[in-house]
């Protein structure tokens, strides 16, 4: 997930802005055995990518980049079995991969 300096298409802005109203949940469906907390926040979740059986515990923050601040790049990668504790923040400019994938 490498910066591209361009700002993203507004499809993807407004697709990033609806999938951070629904409950986290309900946004990756696709991540197996992944097991969320009450209370987890993230991001500009298309630019988080998951592995198997990740665990974001209560009011973890993911900032996953994809704006103004980082330049429309950056991304968060969270390799099998990943836990992120209760209240940790992980906020980027470029990119962080926790994890074997």
Partial sequence: MSATGQRPAFGRRL????????????????AHGLRCEPGVVVKTPSRLLLGRDVVL?????????????????????LGQAAPISTDRKL???RSIRIGAF
């Avoid at 697709?15 to 696709?30: F, G, H, N, Q, T």
């Avoid at 994809?66 to 429309?72: A, T, V």
């Fill in 15 to 30: 697709r990033d802005a609806l999938l951070e109203l629904l409950p986290v949940r309900l946004a990756m469906l696709s």
């Fill in 91 to 93: 906020s980027q400019a």
């Fill in 57 to 77: 515990q209560r009011r973890a923050l993911l900032h996953c980049g994809g704006k103004d601040w980082c330049n429309y790049g950056g991304g968060i990668e």
